[in-house]
């Protein structure tokens, strides 16, 4: 069934792209944490995974040659190869529809058609930033959490907040279940431990965005002094965060403890020093972060120092930054707080490139939809389907969106301090997070 199924009044609409060009505004009405990612192709099929390996590189040789060794056919040379890492991506289904009654709307029928769509690519659009924001916060805070009971005498079973980042170690490349052969080592408190399970609580009662409780198991006793409330649990390959005032744990932040410039240079230290390149299109480090975060720089003595006496800058006029310190500022209203204590937790996080990747579905998936193309759009690799009225009274058109991908983290464990002197024990390097009141 072609478009002349449809109502005169929207015929129109569909064939000459308005409806197509309401989604797309609803689509790219803002950037957002998908802006991010690096989007790859995804040939497997709904529900399955695929995975992908990436090769790191050998470690320079500063040794000479001895001469007297150079004879034979391999000159005394031994082969070496390249280190391997995986990741994983798998693609699901998302999607949402809604419903236009011809008969019973009360506002012209060709406008309410638009507003549907519209409606649709916003929520399209908003529901993609919260699955990449998810990915991106989900793998950047994990390896760092902190101790939620006190030991009453020394064990090996600790309480913490968050058990992501403990859970798996990477051997060979390949990330595994951390257990006994595959041990993490682990700070608690003032003190190094190997840990050799993370199990989750039966209830989660963890505090952090998208945090699962639980209990880690260590080969030897954690000290009463190192197993206290409060204390901060890292992971020795965890990613970077940042605090102001080097406050250990999120719990520990203080109403006061505002967003300042050295934060953010810390931040990108830790890039450059892992040599994450800044995102391509602006040659800069995108930081995604919410206003009352961001003004927080307003507050730092370093900043009003930098921009003292420049009224006449569009810093200051429009109270908002867009370029400064090798980072652009992306303000959303989508990064994950939280309040503890009475203290607001406000979290930024600075990416370069390739901190995320996006898996977009290819294959047949998207199949047309009816006899006609204009019954279906592609807009940034989302689906708009338009269903003609199938109902017995030839009342209801259904105007629907579906994305079929998935969003992962690629580790760089490869780029150890053999490649790259300056290079952190981090998994994720390539994006780091800063929380502030």
């Known amino acids: 069934m072609g478009i002349q199924a449809f109502p005169t009044a929207l015929q129109a609409v569909i064939q000459q792209g308005f409806l197509e060009r ?15 990612a690096d989007r790859e192709p995804f040939p497997a099929a709904i529900g399955e995974t695929i995975t992908k390996t990436r090769k790191g590189l050998k470690a320079p040789v500063t040794t000479p040659l001895n001469p007297s060794g150079n004879t034979n056919l391999d000159n005394g040379l031994s082969p070496s190869g390249w280190t391997v890492e995986q990741y994983s991506l798998a693609v699901n289904m998302y999607g949402d529809t809604i419903d236009l009654n011809m008969v019973t709307s009360r506002v ?23 699955l990449a924001r998810d990915a991106l916060f989900g793998g950047y805070l994990g390896g760092n959490t902190r ?19 403990f859970r798996n170690v990477l051997v060979n490349g390949v990330l595994l279940p951390v257990s006994v052969s595959n041990t993490l080592t682990v700070v608690i408190g003032a003190s190094s431990y190997t840990v050799s399970g993370a199990t989750a609580d039966g209830s989660n009662v963890s505090t952090a965005p998208g945090g699962i409780s639980g209990t880690l198991t260590t080969t030897a006793n954690v000290t009463v002094l190192n197993g206290t409330l409060g204390n901060a649990v890292v992971a020795a390959t965890a990613p970077s965060v940042k605090r102001p005032s080097g406050r250990a744990t999120t719990a520990a932040l203080l109403a006061t403890d505002y967003l300042t410039m050295q934060d953010v240079l810390a931040a990108v230290a830790d890039l450059r020093s892992n040599n994450v390149p800044p995102v391509t299109e602006s040659g800069l480090y995108h930081c995604q972060i919410d206003d009352r975060q961001l003004l927080g720089l307003f507050k730092d003595a370093d900043f009003k120092t930098l921009y003292r006496g420049a009224y006449q800058s569009d810093t200051y ?20 707080q939280q309040t503890l204590a009475g203290v607001v ?26 006899d006609n193309d204009s019954l279906k759009v592609m807009v940034d690799d989302v689906c708009m389907v338009t269903r003609e009225p199938l109902d017995r009274l030839q009342q ?6 579906y994305w079929i991908g ?24 390539r994006a780091v997070v800063i929380e502030s009141a």
């Open 22 to 36: 309401e989604f797309q505004e609803g689509l790219r009405s803002k950037l957002g944490f998908r802006a991010i």
């Open 108 to 130: 012209g029928i060709a406008g309410q058609f638009m507003k549907n769509a519209q409606t649709n690519g916003i929520q399209a659009m908003q529901s993609l930033d919260r």
């Open 147 to 165: 101790v939620t009971a006190t030991l009453g005498a020394p064990a090996t079973t600790v309480a913490v907040d968050d058990i992501r980042g």
């Open 317 to 336: 006029k429009n109270g908002q930054i867009i370029d400064l310190m090798g980072v652009r500022f992306i303000p959303t209203t989508e990064s994950p």
């Open 345 to 370: 937790v406000h979290r930024a996080i600075v990416c370069g490139q390739g901190a995320i990747i996006e898996g977009d579905f290819t294959e047949n998936g998207y199949s047309d939809v009816g």
């Open 396 to 401: 209801i058109v259904a105007q629907s969106w």
């Open 406 to 429: 998935g969003f992962t983290l690629p580790t760089d464990a490869t780029a150890s301090t053999l490649i790259i002197p300056t290079a952190t024990n981090s998994y994720y390097k």
